[in-house]
Each structure stands twice: as C-alpha cells, then as structure tokens.
C-alpha cells in the first residue's frame, strides 16, 4: 500500500466518521476522531453485517484493502449513539429521551429479537417483526413525551 493509498484510506474513514458522529448526534468536530469511528465503524459494522448475513454494500477497495462505507458510517453511528447513552461529553440530543420503562421494553423486545434470529427461543413472531416492534416503541417513546 502506497503513501496516497493510504492517504485516501484515511479519507474515506473520516467522511464515514464525520456521518456517523451526525447520525449519534454528537457536536464536537476532530479529524482524528472521525477517523477512528470512520475505523472502528467499519469494524463493528462489518461484523454486525456478517452476523445477520447483509451484503456488502458500497465496498470501497483501495490498495487491496476493502473498507465498506455503508456499515462502517452505520457502525460509527452505533459508536456515536452508545458514547451519548453512556454519557460521554460532547453529545446533544435532539429529541426528547424515552421513559425508562420504553428503553427497557425496547431493548427487551430487541434481545427476544436476537434470541429467535439464532434459534435459541421460539415464538409466533419473526425476529424482524420483534426487532421492528422495539424500534417503533422507541420512535413513539422519543416523539411522545411521557410515553
């Protein structure tokens, strides 16, 4: 891998940070930060695609190295998201909280999900329409105040 390979590695790994920080809703700007979520991102997303069996969409390939744009702005933003929940600094959120009691049903509902996508729990639902019943909880919950 060459100078301007990586150089532009390094590129495509801040764009994807930058977006991803955006999506979590974090304010503050750092070109090495972007770039280490725009990495790590790519990590965790990456991973999270080959456990759910997703396709590689938007696959960059630079030098040899293939770096996948769409999971790793979608894990940057997962990152992002649990540095606010785990009240790291920096982060505004731009929507009312969900109550304790819809987090927690969300995330029940969202671990069920997960219990039946690997087969270890069976019931009449899928796993998406579980997992699509947590999301919408917590929609509602983060519009609705008092929900």
Do not use: C, H
Not at 71 to 88: D, N, S, T
Not at 121 to 137: G, I, N, P, Q, R
């Amino acid at each position: 891998m060459t100078i301007v390979e990586l150089l532009i590695l390094l590129i495509i790994a801040a764009i994807a940070g930058v977006i991803g920080q955006s999506l979590g809703g974090y304010k503050q700007r750092g070109i090495l930060l972007a770039i280490v979520l725009g990495f790590l991102g790519a990590l965790l997303g990456s991973w999270l695609a080959d456990t759910l069996g997703l396709p590689r969409v938007l696959q960059i390939t630079v030098g040899g190295v293939a770096f996948p744009l769409l999971w790793a702005i979608l894990g940057a933003g997962i990152l992002v998201a649990l540095g606010g929940v785990l009240g790291a600094r920096g982060f505004r959120w731009n929507i009312t909280p969900p109550t304790k009691a819809v987090l927690l049903i969300s995330i029940l509902l969202a671990v069920l999900a997960a219990l039946v996508n690997f087969g270890l729990l069976s019931v009449s639902l899928s796993s998406l329409t579980l997992l699509a019943a947590a999301y919408v909880l917590l929609l509602l919950g983060n519009f609705f105040k008092g929900l």
